[in-house]
């Protein structure tokens, strides 16, 4: 009995060998800090909890919910995006739910893509944007996302007859891995390219709120027009701390968000309604801004811990203006791979190799800021003392 091909395609080895390879370092007495996995390690806010207890003790939340999303959640959603970006939505027809944006980008390709069909996706890049390619037999181009670009990508480096087969390109600005962010002249762009190659955008915005310094992140569906050809993710994972809950959703024009809905009401019957109760309290709160929502200072002042740190012993790296991660550049010397798997030995400190995420990752790390600042000073005060980084 032999399964499928294409699971061979999807296991990352990287991610894989990183998880041994800490299994073994920590069987031998070291204390691991992993700044791996980019998980919020903070709770909701109180009343976002207190939302979902009792929703919980209501008995009437216990049928099937609807794929779409309940009309209040729905209508959470089209407040939101009014409130935060100024954009309507009619919340019947443009707001869809999702089990977590991941379940919507892993569904995407499927409603989609036949074969000889192609996606663009960013390189480096997300790992479900690939696999949820891979799964449905899709072909991929990748498009380069390099630090000279401003970790933006060249859309007139794709070729012709690559932009005639594609029929989407994923986008994502506040980017995971990169920590890259991405301006409206950028979106107008894009939206300009999409529209002259009838490409459909997905844009992921799942770290919408977590930028720091006062920067706002913009919504693809700000710029003029975009709504003929795009559709956009945001997730409560990262902005609200709601990531086990699995809740998100899709906004865009019905008869673009209506292929992933036909897809997604074949295989599931939606979000149990009282994890989309809770998800309501957080929005509407935030809306109201008697709950300001706090999570982006969290990272803020990890960033600064960590970076200043860092800095001071010689490993310069540029301060990222969004996200929970850092993207820094390796000492000379070593490969990704080998460069996280040093710092693993020597250090004690899981990070991702940037090639994790693509080929054209080579040359950084991925560093999460899921460990207090505590930690992070700790982390610091390993690097140095382990005579990794040479001061220039
Ligand atoms: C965390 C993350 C998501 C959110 O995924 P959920 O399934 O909503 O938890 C989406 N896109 C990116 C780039 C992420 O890092």
Redesign the pocket.
């Known amino acids: 009995m032999k399964p499928s091909k294409r699971l061979q395609s999807l296991s990352s080895a990287i991610f894989t060998e990183m998880a041994q390879r800490k299994r073994v370092v920590e069987n031998r007495g070291t204390k691991v800090i992993d700044l791996g996995i980019?998980?919020p390690d903070h709770p909701p806010a109180p009343h976002i909890i207190e939302a979902l207890v009792s929703a919980v003790q209501n008995p009437a939340n216990y049928r099937y919910p609807t794929t779409e999303g309940s009309n209040s959640f729905r209508e959470a959603v089209a407040d939101w995006y009014e409130h935060r970006f100024a954009v309507k939505l009619d919340p019947q027809q443009e707001v869809h739910a999702?089990?977590?944006?991941?379940?919507?980008?892993a569904h995407m390709a499927q409603a989609w893509i036949d074969p000889g069909d192609l996606v663009l996706v960013p390189d480096p890049?997300?790992p479900?944007?690939a696999a949820g390619v891979v799964i449905a037999g899709g072909d991929m181009y990748p498009m380069p996302l390099l630090n000279e670009n401003d970790f933006l990508p060249d859309f007139s480096q794709i070729p012709d007859d690559v932009a005639r087969r594609a029929k989407f390109m994923i986008l994502?600005y506040p980017?995971?891995?990169l920590a890259a962010t991405a301006d409206r002249d950028f979106f107008e762009h894009a939206v300009r390219y999409a529209k002259d190659n009838d490409i459909l955008i997905v844009h992921?915005l799942?770290?919408s709120e977590l930028a720091f310094d006062g920067y706002r992140p913009p919504s693809i569906l700000e710029i003029d027009g975009a709504k003929e050809v795009a559709i956009e993710?945001?997730?409560?994972?990262?902005s609200f701390n709601?990531?086990g809950c699995?809740?998100?959703y899709v906004v865009g024009r019905a008869e673009l968000i209506k292929p992933l809905s036909i897809i997604k009401s074949n295989i599931d019957y939606g979000v149990f309604l009282a994890i989309q109760e809770a998800a309501i309290s957080a929005i509407r709160m935030d809306i109201s801004g008697s709950y300001p929502n706090r999570v982006a200072e969290l990272y803020q002042k990890r960033r600064d811990v960590l970076l200043d740190g860092l800095a001071e012993i010689g490993w310069v790296i540029g301060k990222p203006k969004a996200?929970?991660?850092v993207w820094a550049r390796i000492p000379e010397g070593y490969s990704s791979a080998e460069f996280a798997y040093t710092l693993l030995e020597q250090v004690g400190v899981v990070v991702i190799p940037g090639n994790a995420f693509g080929e054209k990752g080579e040359g950084f790390v991925r560093i999460a800021l899921v460990e207090e600042e505590e930690v992070l000073k700790e982390v610091v005060t390993r690097i140095a003392s382990s005579g990794l980084i040479q001061r220039k």
């Open positions: 980019g998980s999702l089990m977590g944006s991941q379940d919507g980008l890049g997300y479900i944007y994502n980017n995971n891995p992921d799942a770290y993710f945001n997730s409560l994972s990262k709601m990531a699995r809740i998100a996200t929970m991660f």
